[in-house]
């Protein structure tokens, strides 16, 4: 693991300010550029209508491969630092599920490394959704064959 990424999974709410602030405390004024991403929990089901959403994961094995994740991007983008925070647990409408922060001199490399974060954390991190709807049915909510093309895309070797 890297000294500077930060990878956290929790179920307690997290403040976004405190966590641009902490990133950019850590990169101590050599950052340009510090990019973010927030994911919240959305009605997956609008007509029906959701309650809630309880994620789960594989303790250490999940914080391993976001790592895995962030030191991809550091070989691939010229960044300084990255954190990312997601919640598991039963969460409603409306709250954050996941941060992801990027720093970098320069914007590119940060929108890149931050997309790129989200992108495949959400195919290759082992994390299980099930939404209950208002009804209190309840279901496993499947991976999109549009967010696995999109990481795949990410690991095509790219043309010059």
């Avoid at 602030?21 to 927030?38: D, K, M, P, Y």
């Avoid at 919240?40 to 250490?60: A, I, K």
Wanted: with cysteine.
């Amino acid at each position: 693991m890297r000294m500077n990424d930060m990878v956290l999974i929790q179920t307690e709410r997290f403040d976004v300010g405190a966590l641009i602030e902490r990133l950019q405390a850590r990169t101590a004024g050599r950052a340009g550029a510090l990019v973010h991403f927030l994911g919240t929990v959305r009605d997956y089901s609008p007509d029906s209508g959701s309650r809630s959403l309880f994620l789960e994961h594989y303790p250490g094995m999940c914080e391993r491969e976001i790592q895995a994740l962030c030191d991809r991007a550091r070989q691939r983008w010229d960044i300084l630092d990255t954190l990312v925070v997601h919640r598991v647990g039963e969460l409603p409408l409306g709250d954050p599920i996941v941060f992801v922060g990027v720093a970098s001199a320069h914007r590119g490399e940060a929108f890149r490394a931050c997309e790129y974060i989200i992108d495949a954390l959400k195919t290759r991190a082992p994390f299980w959704k099930r939404e209950t709807l208002a009804d209190g049915q309840a279901f496993w909510v499947q991976q999109k064959d549009a967010d696995a093309l999109k990481t795949e895309q990410w690991d095509a070797p790219s043309e010059s």
